[in-house]
């Protein structure tokens, strides 16, 4: 079964400063990855995603995410932060049944 | 623009009401999909189809059924609404054969007292 870990509910992280969102998966065979953001009362946006080849993706709104698959991580990242970069962070996995898993959130708030 | 509307962004209901969510999206896509969010659960899937008339129970379908009588509307209907089913719920849809990427609508946040 598939299984995707947000480990930290909340991360603060000054304007300007770098900012990561981890995401940790598990998933029989190849893995589909995804990272969508959630600005207040808004339906989920896309950001980018990891289907095959190279382990860095770029994204929306500069984002980018590094797959590693030893670690079988996707985290989220963006060299410097903006506060309208504040909002909630989704992963996500395809599973079997070719739907998406999400997992719980993470509330990321750039502090001006 | 791609674009999946939700009827309703804010519903208020009481125990026992019948409730409808309607979704439409109009890119012409075969599957869409009900979650329903909350906090610290994140997304969950209750339902999808993968084409009209056809529908697939997710994770958590208990006290939701839906409807998909058209390819571009898909709805969850709440038969019997309860205080639990208090929360934000998100229609997705995207087409067969891609990769995957949901595209989603605003969001209907429901409360029922």
């Known amino acids: 079964a598939q299984s995707v870990a947000q480990p930290e509910d909340q991360v603060n992280v000054a304007e300007g400063n770098p900012l990561t969102v981890k995401c940790t998966y598990s998933?029989?065979?190849?893995?589909?990855l995804f990272w969508y953001v959630q600005y207040p009362n808004r339906g989920l946006q896309f950001l980018l995603k990891?289907?095959?080849?190279?382990?860095l993706v770029k994204g929306s709104y500069g984002f980018e995410a590094e797959f590693n698959k030893s670690q079988t991580s996707f985290h989220l990242k963006k060299p410097s932060a903006l506060v309208s970069d504040s909002a909630l962070y989704f992963c996500?996995?395809?599973?079997?049944?070719?739907?998406?898993?999400f997992g719980t959130g993470t509330r990321l708030t750039v502090i001006p | 623009d791609v674009k999946v509307t939700q009827s309703s962004r804010y519903l208020v209901k009481r125990t026992g009401e019948k409730v409808f969510l309607e979704c439409v999206q109009d890119?012409?896509?075969?599957?869409m999909f009900w979650y329903r969010q909350d906090p610290g659960l994140g997304l969950r899937l209750i339902y999808f189809?993968?084409?009209?008339?056809?529908?697939e129970k997710g994770d958590i379908p208990e006290g939701y059924s839906v409807s998909r009588e058209k390819k571009e509307r898909f709805s969850l209907i709440l038969e019997s609404a309860s205080t639990n089913q208090t929360s934000m719920y998100l229609c997705?849809?995207?087409?067969?054969?891609?990769?995957?990427?949901?595209?989603f609508g605003e969001g209907s946040r429901l409360t029922v007292l």
């Open positions: 997705a849809s995207r087409r067969t054969g891609g990769t995957g990427e949901l595209f």
């Open positions: 998933v029989s065979g190849n893995p589909y």
């Open positions: 990891y289907i095959t080849g190279d382990n």
């Open positions: 996500a996995v395809r599973d079997g049944a070719n739907n998406l898993f």
């Open positions: 890119m012409d896509h075969e599957n």
């Open positions: 189809s993968y084409d009209v008339k056809m529908k």
